[in-house]
């Protein structure tokens, strides 16, 4: 099983629509979570770090579930410039090195 | 300027070649890691130090060697490269000093696609 799956997309969405990206990770021992965005043949940034009381950026929320294991990213009022990889990113220490990365979950937002 | 510099940015050799792949950051991170990335498994570990000539092993090590000479600088080595080592590879440094606060963000460079024929 792998220790971070995201949903295997792609999503294709209008401009303007709301869309949602789940994140499941395997380590009950996981410490800090980020969701970062991946351009076409770009290096990764990060979006949002992820915390558990749920947080939000603008246009964006992040949501931690610990109980269940689960991330969620909520886009809404999708932009053009949304378009983009969505990598979930769990680290299972909390000062140490373990970033472990989902495969993604690629969004194609359409006019 | 980038703050995490990679060269080369593309790298097209031959199996059996040796082949380097140079890190530079100007971030004064002392994290620095070694990541490749290959369609639908997402970025895997291959090596990371917290420090100037501390090496430790991830994920996927095998294959691979680097060197941490300086705290600005991780190079990754191919001592003998494969087709099946064909991928991105990307070098990411992380902010977390003692007695400083951690956010966990890492801070990629622009990745070195290399393809081994």
């Known amino acids: 099983r792998k220790e971070v799956e995201q949903d295997p997309g792609p999503f294709n969405v209008p401009e303007g629509a709301t869309v949602a990206f789940n994140c499941t990770y395997s380590?009950?021992?996981?410490?800090?979570f980020f969701w970062y965005r991946q351009d076409c043949r770009k290096e990764p940034k990060l979006l949002m770090s992820?915390?558990?009381s749920g947080n939000e950026d603008g246009r964006f929320t992040a949501q931690l579930n610990r109980a269940s294991q689960y991330i969620s990213l909520l886009i809404r009022d999708s932009k053009l410039s949304d378009s983009a990889t969505y990598l979930c990113?769990?680290?299972?220490?909390?000062?140490?090195?373990?970033?472990?990365f989902g495969p993604g979950t690629r969004l194609s937002v359409l006019p | 300027d980038a703050d995490v510099t990679q060269t080369p940015r593309n790298r097209i050799t031959k199996t059996g070649k040796r082949i380097m792949l140079e890190c530079s950051q100007t971030?004064?991170?002392?994290?620095m890691y070694w990541y490749r990335q290959d369609p639908g498994l997402g970025l895997r570990l291959i090596y990371y130090?917290?420090?100037?000539?501390?090496?430790n092993k991830g994920e996927i090590s095998d294959g691979y060697s680097v060197s941490r000479q300086a705290q600005a600088k991780f190079s990754l080595s191919l001592e003998s490269a494969i087709p099946n080592q064909t991928a991105l590879y990307f070098c990411?440094?992380?902010?977390?000093?003692?007695?400083?606060?951690?956010?966990?963000?890492?801070?990629f460079g622009e990745g070195s696609r290399l393809t081994v024929l």
């Open positions: 380590n009950s021992a996981s410490q800090s």
């Open positions: 130090s917290f420090d100037v000539k501390d090496i």
């Open positions: 990411a440094t992380s902010d977390l000093n003692v007695g400083q606060s951690y956010t966990g963000e890492l801070f």
């Open positions: 992820v915390y558990s």
């Open positions: 971030k004064g991170h002392d994290r």
């Open positions: 990113v769990v680290n299972e220490q909390e000062y140490g090195q373990n970033f472990v």
